[in-house]
């Protein structure tokens, strides 16, 4: 049984008419059992020919009312609407998460669906770690661990409902987290000690500048390919990525493509690696499926330097990792002299926390909430007044 729910705003009418059409071609396929469409109180209402189209396609309509509270990227926002979503989701069925207005579904959807992806393995003997079955998601970066596209993902919703678990404190305890990483680095860095580090550690993502100077820290840090490792595995053994059937990622003629590269080449968006894509806008590349990570970690990449590091890194200890970590954070705070990792910085008496700038603001709220506000506060200087009154010694 599978699910669909759409999330967010509509924004672009006609993009969501589209998907319309698609949901109802696809439950026609037998592909979707049931269709939800999770907003804001309101947006209905400014989109009337929306809502008409929704309720001739059957769709459960849920509209709620907006957090106050903003967190980067809205990341409460999505959170809530898709835990809205997934409330009038049956238990046990697989569910899609997918937006209204923007990237129209395909028939390259209807194989996720049809083939229920997220049940297989492709062959890969490792058992998921932060969900009970795999997630598919449509792709992801590397230099970034756990950014994995959220426009679609698709799996039980046992494990959707765990993967929009929004944790607030990730905020303070992870540095510089893009809002993907805050649904997807999150399940998973709590089962994997060395993820958990990076992401108190990590620098995001900024100019193609910048982000040249990052990856040459990166293949000069062991730290790095602790992390590179561990990613590569957590990703194995817990989702699948892009469009690709999992029986043909890990197939051996994909497998020995990449052996003609270095792995250095994995953050260069300059090289023609199977299955990844350009990203000027930051100077590196997305992927769009896993085999570049069953390759890396079954050591068919070139040999080289590199190569030779990685896999001497595989042998490290949790005390090896620590000090590695530590000698990637100096010379990440050498370079650029902004960062502010979330780590504890050594005091003669105290430990001193010097966690990042926090991002979490209240959002603008209404005249009548403001107007409450302000009368609140007369009250209360009033009370103060009146109590310092009374406190005053006597003439």
């Not at 907003?39 to 849920?62: C, N, Q, S």
């Not at 926002?77 to 979503?85: F, K």
Request: aromatic share 12%; with cysteine.
């Amino acid at each position: 049984m599978s699910w669909v729910f759409l999330s967010g705003q509509v924004r672009d009418a006609e993009v969501a008419h589209k998907q319309a059409r698609q949901l109802e071609r696809m439950r026609g396929l037998g592909l979707v059992d049931g269709i939800v469409f999770s907003t804001w109180r309101g947006e209905f209402e400014k989109y009337p020919e929306v809502l008409d189209t929704y309720k001739d396609l059957g769709a459960i309509l849920v509209e709620s009312p907006e957090p106050n509270l903003r967190m980067p990227g809205y990341i409460l926002h999505q959170a809530l609407c898709w835990v809205y979503a997934l409330q009038h989701v049956p238990d046990g069925a697989k569910v899609m998460r997918m937006r209204p207005d923007i990237a129209p579904l395909n028939e390259a959807f209807d194989a996720i669906l049809r083939d229920s992806w997220v049940d297989q393995s492709g062959g890969i003997d490792l058992t998921p770690t932060a969900y009970k079955n795999r997630v598919w998601c449509h792709s992801g970066l590397i230099t970034w661990p756990f950014f994995l596209n959220d426009v679609f993902f698709y799996g039980y919703k046992e494990d959707i409902y765990r993967l929009c678990n929004a944790d607030v404190k990730l905020e303070w305890v992870f540095s510089e987290l893009a809002t993907e990483q805050f649904f997807h680095l999150g399940p998973v860095a709590n089962a994997n000690p060395v993820l958990y580090l990076y992401g108190r550690l990590q620098r995001g993502k900024h100019s193609p500048e910048r982000n040249a100077e990052l990856k040459a820290i990166l293949w000069e840090s062991d730290f790095w390919y602790d992390v590179l490792f561990n990613m590569a595995k957590e990703l194995l053994a817990n989702y699948h990525i892009g469009f690709v059937p999992p029986s043909i990622v890990h197939a051996e003629d994909r497998l020995k493509s990449f052996e003609p590269f270095s792995i250095v080449d994995l953050l260069s968006g300059e090289v023609p690696l199977l299955d990844f894509i350009s990203r000027p806008e930051y100077g590196g590349n997305s992927f769009n499926s896993l085999t570049w990570a069953q390759a890396l970690v079954t050591g068919r990449f070139k040999r080289d330097k590199y190569m030779d590091r990685f896999i001497a890194r595989q042998s490290a200890t949790p005390d090896d990792v620590r000090i590695a970590a530590s000698d990637y954070q100096s010379r990440i705070a050498t370079a650029f002299p902004d960062y502010q990792p979330v780590m504890d910085v050594p005091h003669p008496d105290i430990i001193l926390n010097t966690p990042h700038q926090g991002r979490i603001q209240m959002a603008e709220q209404s005249s009548y909430v403001q107007s409450m506000e302000a009368e609140i506060n007369l009250m209360r200087r009033q009370l103060e007044a009146a109590l310092l009154q009374r406190k005053a010694p006597q003439a």
